[in-house]
């Protein structure tokens, strides 16, 4: 396989600064300078060693001064995760040199803190055998540690844990108030505070406080991945986490990694600097802060901003639009090429951020969280393009009816047929007819309810039926509070617990086979959707009415699992079944796979260095699998022809393009994941399909 030459994209907006910044170039070069030049062994007694030796040391001092630390052990490290164990060892340790019944019972941490932190207590609490019980402090609904809670607990504690700024909502502590509590019920415990997220936004002074333990990462702030440092208070208890030739005087072995301390060498030279002007101003940074909140309030009407933007550092912004999921955002900020980070990490699992939860937000701004996020570093002109982009991606939304606004238009959005909207592993369909405006709707979760509503009210459709296909579920009990929003003059006593109508409208197609399980039909234009069954119903959408002499369903929407009632009566070869949960990603199973005799997979995926045939062939199918919303900007550039099938439609599309079977296929999405999900569906389903590794996000033209 070649390698993959990933080219500079001059168009990306990177505001996802709290993740981990971009290289400076002044930092870069001090780098190479250091690999080129300064390679020697830091240990190594000879010049090329104490050149290195010059280095090191030098760095050391500028750390001191850029954290106003001059007694105590200053280290370097691997990065903040390694300076977040080395503490947590450090204290643990010594709690344990205490007699066990003398032993203090709990270690203390903040609910918001970095993972790193809850995860180093609980694993090297068990591993080395103190098993104290670990404690969340609460925090209000801004992020505020409890200091009630903490005068309460810490006289108990072998050590507590706590961060400077938050790195999903920049939200700072009051560490002054946070030591007066601590030191009041407890002036030895061991203190760590986790300062990733405050280096080069708030000024330091260690020197003046009583902070036992103070790690820092060099990613964070414009330098390398893998470097980074961490202050120890001389009366803190302290044990190596790493022992081996004795560097850093015995305190964190191993060769140093003398290019990342040469990065953090640059890096404090620019912040101790008066007259550089690389970093911004508190003040600017203000203003870029309030410049974007202006244009996301104007761009997303329904916006709401999920911490106290005067409690927090003007670098972060964490805000969640109504109705509309952090994914959706995400992915039409990327396509606008902003990127930002929201709280739901993969395709389709929906991850809530813990940190909201943990400040007491309502579910869905948690599970809608987006965290835009730029460093001091960031230049007028970004800020300037981010708003201009910011609108696009808005423009977008409402094209794409998943935010409602006056000026919607409907010309982009050509949603027909079945469209499959997914939370987490619960499949919810929509059943369209375009040209009759009219929708049914089967099991809508709850979390889907915002945006479904969005399409009706969006699009004008009527809606014929909100049904669900168990009864007490979550669905059932969305179908209770969606169906009399969508349907205004329904009565309740007209409906049954799947929200399907007493009154059942005759269709004038009814099946030949087990025409008696049939307990109802509706009519969605030219569709129709029959109720199955009353106990555990499931329903059937046929096309048309051909349903009558075919005597089979062309979609089966089957809750939980289909019925050998169901599979004898309306499966054939060609029917669509559609799973009401779908953990892994098969979209829609053949009546193969329900019998378990479907032949052997080939393999979808092609390698991105072996994307040769994707530039020259022109028979090729491209299908482009991203939502309409993600189009805004890039189109695909090859000479083959491209289609738009989101995967949101991938069902409709394999029932009315049978035809397509015999082409090669080629599915695309932005980082690889969808496409692979939709090639395996159309592959599973008789296609000719594969997909790209690494999607848009690796793929070049060879020209580039
Ligand atoms: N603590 C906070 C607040 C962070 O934001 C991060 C990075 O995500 C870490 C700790 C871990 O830092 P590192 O990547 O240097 O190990």
Redesign the pocket.
């Known amino acids: 396989m070649k390698p993959v030459n990933i080219q500079a994209n001059a168009n990306e907006l990177y505001l996802d600064c709290?993740?981990t910044t971009p290289v400076l170039p002044e930092i870069i070069k001090a780098v190479s300078h250091t690999m080129e030049t300064v390679f020697g062994n830091p240990s190594s007694s000879h010049i090329t060693g104490l050149r290195a030796r010059y280095i090191l040391d030098t760095t050391r001092q500028l750390a001191r001064k850029v954290i106003g630390l001059q007694s105590g052990r200053l280290i370097f490290t691997s990065?903040?995760?390694?300076g977040?164990q080395t503490a947590v060892v450090s204290a643990i340790y010594a709690a344990m040199q205490v007699e066990p019944t003398e032993r203090k019972s709990c270690l203390l941490y903040g609910a918001t803190e970095?993972k790193?932190v809850p995860q180093a207590l609980a694993h090297w609490n068990q591993l080395l055998g103190l098993n104290a019980e670990l404690v969340a402090i609460p925090v209000d609904k801004d992020g505020l540690l409890d200091t009630q809670f903490i005068s309460e607990h810490v006289k108990d504690a072998a050590m507590i844990c706590t961060?400077a700024v938050n790195?999903e909502t920049g939200v700072v502590q009051d560490l002054k108030e946070l030591e007066h509590v601590i030191r009041q019920h407890n002036a030895d415990v061991p203190w760590m505070v986790?300062c990733?997220?405050v280096l080069g936004k708030k000024s330091l002074n260690l020197d003046e406080t009583t902070i036992d333990y103070a790690p820092f990462?060099g990613?964070?702030l414009y330098g390398p991945k893998g470097i980074?440092f961490m202050a120890v208070r001389d009366s803190a208890p302290y044990t190596p986490l790493i022992i081996g030739g004795g560097q850093e005087s015995g305190q964190r072995s191993g060769t140093e990694n003398l290019p990342g301390i040469a990065a953090l060498n640059a890096l404090f030279e620019l912040l101790l600097d008066e007259n550089s002007t690389r970093f911004q101003s508190e003040a600017t940074l203000q203003s870029y802060r309030s410049q974007l909140v202006d244009s996301l309030t104007c761009a997303f009407p329904s916006i709401v901003f999920n911490h106290d933007l005067k409690r927090s550092v003007p670098t972060t912004l964490n805000f969640s639009v109504g109705g509309v999921a952090s994914r959706d955002i995400m992915d039409v900020f990327d396509a606008c090429q902003i990127r930002v980070s929201s709280g739901s990490a993969c395709s389709s699992k929906v991850t809530k951020s813990f940190v909201l939860d943990a400040m007491g937000l309502e579910e869905w701004r948690s599970g809608s969280a987006i965290r835009l996020s730029f460093g001091p570093a960031t230049q007028q002109s970004e800020i300037n393009e981010a708003c201009v982009r910011i609108k696009q991606a808005s423009d977008a939304l409402r094209d794409s009816c998943l935010i409602v606004a006056d000026t919607n238009n409907d010309n982009d959005f050509q949603l027909d047929g079945v469209v499959q909207l997914k939370y987490d592993d619960h499949c919810c369909y929509l059943v369209i007819d375009r040209k009759a405006k009219e929708i049914a709707v089967i099991d809508p979760h709850p979390a889907l309810a915002g945006r479904i509503e969005n399409i009706v009210n969006c699009q004008g459709y009527r809606v014929k039926a909100v049904v669900s296909t168990v009864a007490e579920s979550a669905m059932s009990e969305s179908v209770e509070l969606l169906a009399p929003i969508l349907i205004p003059l329904r009565s309740n006593d007209e409906y049954d617990v799947f929200g399907w109508s007493r009154e059942i409208e005759q269709c004038d197609v009814v099946p030949v086979k087990c025409e008696g399980s049939v307990s109802g039909c509706i009519s969605i234009g030219e569709r129709c959707l029959f109720r199955i069954g009353s106990r555990n119903p499931f329903y059937i959408l046929s096309e048309s009415a051909a349903f009558k002499s075919r005597v089979h369903s062309d979609f089966l929407f089957t809750g939980t699992e289909v019925s050998k009632q169901a599979y004898e009566c309306f499966v054939s070869e060609e029917t669509l079944i559609c799973p009401g949960r779908d953990p892994e990603h098969h979209i829609a199973y053949t009546s193969c796979e329900l019998r378990g005799d479907c032949g052997v997979d080939d393999e979808v995926n092609i390698p991105i260095g072996d994307t040769d045939e994707f530039w020259h062939r022109e028979d090729l199918l491209i299908i482009d699998v991203r939502e309409r919303q993600e189009h805004v900007l890039s189109d695909i550039p090859c000479c083959a022809e491209v289609i738009n099938v989101p995967l949101t439609e991938v069902i409709q599309f394999i029932q009315t393009n049978r035809h397509l079977r015999g082409r090669d296929i080629i599915c695309l999405c932005r980082s690889g994941n969808r496409s692979q999900v939709v090639a395996n569906v159309l592959k599973r389903h008789g296609f000719n399909s594969r997909h790209l590794l690494g999607g848009l996000a690796l793929l070049q033209s060879p020209a580039a």
């Open positions: 709290n993740a990065g903040a995760t390694e977040i970095h790193a961060m790195n986790d990733v997220q990462s990613h964070k980074g």
